[in-house]
């Protein structure tokens, strides 16, 4: 509607050079990534996983509401755009691709929405987008668990999809797209896999989660 698109908050600026959380000062490393090894090179957002950013997300995962990721796409185009442009821009990027669901939860919903996502983010930027992944067991959502919980629920659910075996030979920067960027630890197992099969991974999401420690937020609006 007309009301939420302005209500959206974009991350600032200024964010950890890893793993994307706002910082209130420029630093290569944040708090959050300290003493942590993650497989993904780097990791940014559009928005902060708050208000209309965290019914955005909810409703399209929760109510199937399929079409909301078109409207994702457009809302977060202007991110990831900047974000490939940090990359060395589309020519450093030779492939998009998704965190995939476990094909059950496909089934329920219908649609799987950062695979539809990833691939209208990629057809705006005129980026080739393919899937890479599957998960191989279903686990339990991730929403509501811990981070010990989350890395439980994920180490070793991801593999590289047998009919894309030959592909992921032959790329080498790889951006993996996701509904929400909330510990890490989904897009860490699935940047994991890329980089054992020789792939550089870096991360964008529609909406990331900002903890107390990263920045006093409402201060900075």
């Known amino acids: 509607c007309e009301v939420c ?15 994307g959380a706002p910082l209130s000062r420029s630093l290569s490393e944040c708090r959050e990534c300290r003493g942590r090894r993650l497989a993904f090179a780097s990791a940014r957002a559009a928005f902060l996983y708050e208000g209309p950013a965290r019914r955005l ?10 079409s909301l990721t078109a409207e994702m796409a457009v809302l977060a185009g202007g991110s990831f755009e900047r974000a490939v442009a940090a990359l060395g821009g589309p020519a450093a990027v030779d492939l998009v691709t998704c965190v995939p669901v476990h094909r059950d939860r496909d089934l329920e919903r219908g649609f799987d929405q950062a695979a539809l996502l990833g691939r209208r ?10 899937p890479l992944l599957v998960r191989t067991r279903r686990g339990r959502r991730q929403s509501g668990l811990g981070a010990a919980e989350r890395a439980a629920n994920v180490r070793s659910a991801f593999t590289v999809d047998d009919t894309a075996a030959d592909k992921v030979g032959t790329v080498s920067t790889v951006l993996v797209v996701d509904d929400v960027y909330t510990t890490g630890e989904t897009l860490h197992a699935c940047s994991a896999v890329l980089r054992h099969a020789g792939c550089e991974p870096h991360a964008f999401t529609f909406a990331r989660a900002a903890r107390a420690f990263h920045l006093p937020i409402a201060s900075d609006r």
Do not use: E, I, Q
């Not at 698109?5 to 793993?19: F, I, K, N, R």
């Not at 997300?57 to 399929?66: G, I």
């Open 5 to 19: 698109p302005p209500a959206l908050v974009p991350l600032p600026a200024t964010v950890c050079g890893h793993c």
């Open 57 to 66: 997300v909810t409703s399209c995962k929760f109510r199937a509401l399929r």
């Open 121 to 130: 983010l990629a057809a705006a930027a005129d980026l080739p987008f393919a």
